[in-house]
Nanobody, 122 residues
């Protein structure tokens, strides 16, 4: 099992920034592609960003491209999501996910965190 714990969520005004962190258990963090997803009440979980296991490739949903940045620090077993220029439509529970090796842009990930709430006030 891989255990993921998100942190860094909170309340922020529109235009502000937040940095989410996802700490992973185990010694093989570098073997996993990582993704961030989000889900608002009554809506489907949607892809936000992903990063390959070597950090050589990153991917973003069109709605966040240019505003969000995903990164990883394999030495710290941690993946980050830097969120800038936040909008009210970014309000959701954000989930960290891990998938063995190959990165995908769907919800086909093997492990999920519990989520962290991000609320952006207008």
């Amino acid at each position: 099992q891989v255990q993921l714990v998100e942190s860094g969520g909170g309340l922020v005004q529109a235009g502000g920034s937040l940095r989410l962190s996802c700490a992973a258990s185990g010694r093989t963090f570098s073997s996993y592609a990582m993704g961030w997803f989000r889900q608002a009440p009554g809506k489907e979980r949607e892809f936000v960003a992903a990063i390959s296991l070597s950090a050589g490739s990153t991917f973003y949903a069109d709605s966040v491209k240019g505003r969000f940045t995903i990164s990883r620090d394999n030495a710290k077993n941690t993946v980050y999501l830097q969120m800038n220029s936040l909008k009210s439509e970014d309000t959701a529970v954000y989930y960290c996910a891990a998938r063995n090796f190959r990165v995908v842009l769907t919800t086909e990930y093997d492990y999920w965190g519990q989520g962290t709430q991000v609320t952006v006030s207008s």
